[in-house]
């Protein structure tokens, strides 16, 4: 007698990109009908809209089999938790609304978890740029994400290209901070308490997916912006795991003098590259100067909202544990 197959779900969270989706869930089937050939899975697509108003509702619709929910609560860690209570089967692969699946990019996924049954798997993303590179971010690299042997033990993940054992997962306890849902690193966090709880995250370099890289994106002011942020959000992941108000007071001390230490050394970078001539050293030391400069504004509890909808992107608070 022939096993049940194992339930997949591929979740795309997704924001007024209707347009996106139409592109995206063709692509998102045909991964689902190679991965479930075999008879081993039975792959389903989930949209979940962070839109009030609905606007991906007629995008999804169009396509048979397609589910789609509506959360109108505002935030992606919101929507990625609503993903995880939506799942139809035991297996959730993430993907955002504005990347697109390498060939493979499933399947390669779920072979990295049945080789290793490990809690989370994630995988490589690849950046597509709209234009042209303006030579300073090429210079530094600043779209260029990591890689590594498939199997590779990793303690950090982001989510947008990520498989989650949902058995492993909800055994864990461990959901998606909603505090975090505007500010970004919700998946930093999710990952890091993951492995903390003690679920396994390992590394799948043959499963990739494409990140459209939009014009608006591929400026020197979003760069450093995003290392801004970056830095910030570090500093609040690390308060959320913290274990009491004395750890919280170390971590705060720590990450102002680290903070100092990065635009430091970033500036003394930025200066030897102007020296030189190096386009790179000029580019990634202003980027290490802004980046620190978030961490600092982080230990004194400065919060950036990167997605914010009322259009205010910075707020003071007081971060506290979960």
Do not use: K
Not at 42 to 58: F, H, I, K, T, Y
Not at 157 to 172: I, K, T, W
């Amino acid at each position: 007698m022939s096993a049940e197959p194992i339930g997949v779900t591929i979740a795309v969270p997704t924001f007024r990109r209707p347009d996106d989706l139409r592109s995206l869930i063709p692509l998102l089937q045909d991964q689902a009908a190679e991965a479930s050939a075999g008879g081993r899975y039975a792959v389903d697509v989930l949209v979940v809209d962070n839109d009030p108003v609905g606007s991906a509702a007629e995008a999804a619709d169009a396509f048979p089999g397609v589910r789609y929910v509506g959360e109108p609560r505002p935030g992606i860690a919101v929507v990625r938790n609503r993903a995880l209570d939506e799942a139809s089967g035991s297996l959730l692969a993430f993907i955002d609304d504005d990347e697109r699946p390498c060939p493979g990019w499933l399947a390669e996924l779920l072979a990295t978890w049945t080789t290793t049954g490990a809690a989370a798997v994630s995988g490589r993303v690849l950046a597509d740029y709209a234009g042209d590179l303006d030579p300073w971010i090429r210079a530094g690299d600043f779209f260029v994400r990591r890689r590594m042997p498939t199997g590779s033990e990793i303690d950090v993940a982001a989510a947008g290209n990520l498989l989650l054992d949902l058995r492993q997962v909800r055994g864990s306890g461990v959901r998606f901070e909603s505090a975090l849902g505007l500010g970004g690193g919700e998946d930093t966090l999710f990952s890091r308490s993951l492995a903390r709880a003690g679920g396994r995250m390992v590394w799948s370099d043959e499963s990739a997916v494409v990140d459209r890289v939009p014009l608006e994106r591929m400026t020197r002011r979003w760069v450093l912006t995003r290392a801004w942020s970056h830095g910030n959000a570090s500093v609040l992941t690390d308060l959320r795991l913290s274990r009491g108000p004395a750890d919280r007071v170390r971590i705060r001390v720590r990450s102002v003098a680290r903070g100092l230490v990065r635009m430091g050394g970033g500036g003394a970078r930025w200066c030897w590259g102007t020296v030189r001539g190096s386009l790179r050293h000029r580019a990634r030391g202003l980027r290490a100067v802004l980046r620190g400069a978030g961490m600092v504004g982080g230990g004194l509890g400065v919060v950036y909202e990167e997605y914010a909808r009322s259009g205010r992107r910075w707020r003071l608070a007081r971060v506290v544990p979960r």
